[in-house]
Nanobody, 117 residues
């Protein structure tokens, strides 16, 4: 079992930046693929970004490519999502996810990000 805790959400203005953090416990962090998803108000959850084990590769949704950066620090059991040039459409609950070959197995409780225009 893996326990994920997100932090770093908040209320910002368009054009601002935020960094989300996700700290994991319960299983060797380096064995996990880490990801970020979000659920905008009234919409379905959507993929944002993922980073593979050992930082071998990253993937982004087209809507955030060039603005968001996912990274990981295995020594701290933590993954990050650096969000720059935030837009009102980025308003959502952001969820950290962890998984392996079977897919996304573990989820955090979510952190709210609100971007005002």
């Amino acid at each position: 079992q893996v326990h994920l805790v997100e932090s770093g959400g908040g209320l910002v203005q368009a054009g601002d930046s935020l960094r989300l953090s996700c700290t994991a416990s319960g299983r060797p962090f380096s064995s996990l693929t880490m990801g970020w998803f979000r659920r905008p108000p009234g919409e379905e959850r959507e993929f944002v970004a993922a980073i593979s084990r050992s930082d071998e590769g990253t993937h982004y949704a087209n809507s955030v490519k060039g603005r968001f950066t996912i990274s990981r620090e295995d020594a701290k059991n933590t993954a990050y999502l650096q969000m720059n040039s935030l837009e009102p459409d980025d308003t959502a609950v952001y969820y950290c996810a962890a998984g392996g070959p079977s897919g996304w197995e573990y989820w955090g409780q979510g952190t709210h990000v609100t971007v005002s225009s």
